[in-house]
């Protein structure tokens, strides 16, 4: 893997949002800004290392679902989540409920030699819009201009899987009577637009599979006690080709019932008692205790073993020495002198400590809003994230590795100035050499 430098395109700001990447912006709490896309910028990978990771990743995925079983079994408790909720993730892993997509972060050198495994997003993978769409569209420039050989390929291959996916998941609903009609769902607590963004475009492909689909926002799914069901919003009747409703509380009204729904939102906020968005601390108790009523949640209930650091203590005793994996435990750093210690919950580097030999220590400075509840966290080995320098400093790259249906299909590069990739880290395309 090497890192090019190219001259930004012009007007790419404007470019990368007519992609669907409107949250590039972010403010720093000094108020300075940054970019999030790097348009002068690109790793550039051989085919054979695209071919190597892709299996490693697969590889990683399957002993991820053997580690959420080792989890099920309880052997490391109830992984910081109410019994109930713990539970849940249990029964649903047992039935083997289909599932959407997972990202990996992977640390890797660039040199062929095996990626470490630095956690595993398999709930609410964000990221989406620019690996899948604003980095192939960058690709398509960069070869018209003549930047980029023709010919030049880019190891992305995400939008395809996911429509596949969402067809398969089509036909499987209708197999089991639950009709064709998904609704999409997102949290208004987003401020930046990404989660907003990225159900778009998730509604947008599972309508080109062929679902019938409606936009919601978490705070806005109710819940009917007669149907003993979730419902979205009351929408005039015949307006849908679903036939799951029961009438509303207007004439001419209907409450759609829904069978099948994608929600960009933590399991762990879903199940965890004081439900965020609609301040309705029954939401969780109404998925626990009707479990067999309330249809197919994508990701569903399992996917808390997967997004649950306690997974990579689980992944080291599974497998010892395995060379894609870092030493981590639940209990302490265990004799590791350079080591990370991580919340059980967490994302974009909140609650995330540094700890060199040398007693240093560097700390994200959040916390992450939720902690366990025994407040677990897992200690991990320190891996060295490598350094691909440029013309303005240290680019400290983690690649996030897409799976669909359990395979691989693409990367996103998301590099940092420091150990820690946090918000305000900076994606850069990838392309695949000739």
């Known amino acids: 893997m090497r890192r090019l430098e190219l001259a930004p395109r012009v007007d790419w700001e404007r470019k990368i949002q007519q992609t669907g990447l409107i949250y590039s912006r972010s403010t720093r709490d000094d108020g300075t800004v940054s970019d999030y896309w790097n348009d002068g910028a690109a790793y550039t990978f051989t085919l054979a290392e695209v071919e190597s990771l892709e299996r490693q990743t697969e590889r990683l995925h399957g002993m991820c679902l053997e580690a959420a079983r080792y989890l099920a079994s309880g052997d490391l408790g109830t992984l910081g989540l109410r ?3 713990f539970e849940l993730a249990a029964w649903s892993l047992r039935r083997d409920e289909p599932d959407l997509y997972g990202r990996f972060d992977l640390a890797y050198a660039g040199d062929g030699s095996p990626a470490k495994m630095l956690e595993y997003n398999g709930d609410t993978p964000t990221g989406l819009i620019e690996a899948s769409v604003t980095q192939w569209h960058w690709l398509r420039e960069r070869v018209a201009a003549g930047d980029l050989d023709e010919g030049t390929d880019q190891w992305n291959g995400i939008h395809e899987a996911l429509v ?10 209708l197999s089991e009577g639950q009709g064709g009609r998904i609704f ?10 990404e989660d907003w963004d990225t159900v778009a475009y998730l509604r947008d492909l599972a309508g080109e599979a062929g679902w019938e689909h409606t936009g919601i926002e978490m705070k806005d799914i109710g819940w009917h006690a007669g149907e003993r069901s979730f419902v ?16 509303g509380d207007e004439p001419e009204t209907q409450y759609p019932l829904i069978r ?15 439900d965020r968005a609609s301040g309705d601390q029954e939401f969780g108790d109404f998925l626990v205790r009707d479990r067999d009523r309330v249809g197919r949640w994508y990701e569903p209930a399992w996917k808390m073993f997967l997004s649950n650091k306690l997974l990579l203590v689980a992944l080291w005793r599974l497998y010892p020495g395995h060379e894609n994996l870092l030493p981590s435990f639940a209990d302490g750093p265990n004799g590791m002198t350079d080591y990370v210690v991580k919340p059980v919950f967490g994302r974009e580097g909140d609650g995330i400590s540094v700890h060199r030999a040398d007693g240093s220590v560097v700390a994200s400075p959040h916390e992450y809003r939720r902690a366990g509840t025994s407040g677990e966290r897992v200690w991990q080995r320190y891996h060295e994230l490598p350094d691909f320098p440029g013309g303005a400093g240290s680019n400290h790259p983690v690649l996030g590795s897409w799976v669909v249906d359990g395979t691989a299909f693409g990367v996103g590069i998301r590099e940092s100035d420091g150990p820690i990739t946090d918000y305000y880290c900076r994606f850069v395309p990838n392309v695949i050499e000739g």
Do not use: C, N, Q
Request: charge should be neutral; hydrophobic fraction near 40%; avoid cysteine.
């Open 83 to 85: 019994r109930e909720a």
């Open 164 to 173: 596949r996916r969402w067809r398969v998941l089509l036909h499987r609903s």
């Open 184 to 193: 999409v769902a997102h949290s208004d607590l987003d401020t930046h637009g």
């Open 232 to 247: 979205g919003m009351p929408e005039p009747v015949g307006s849908s080709r679903s036939l799951f409703a029961v009438a």
């Open 260 to 274: 099948s729904i994608f929600k960009l939102y933590p399991w762990e906020d879903l199940v965890g008692g004081d």
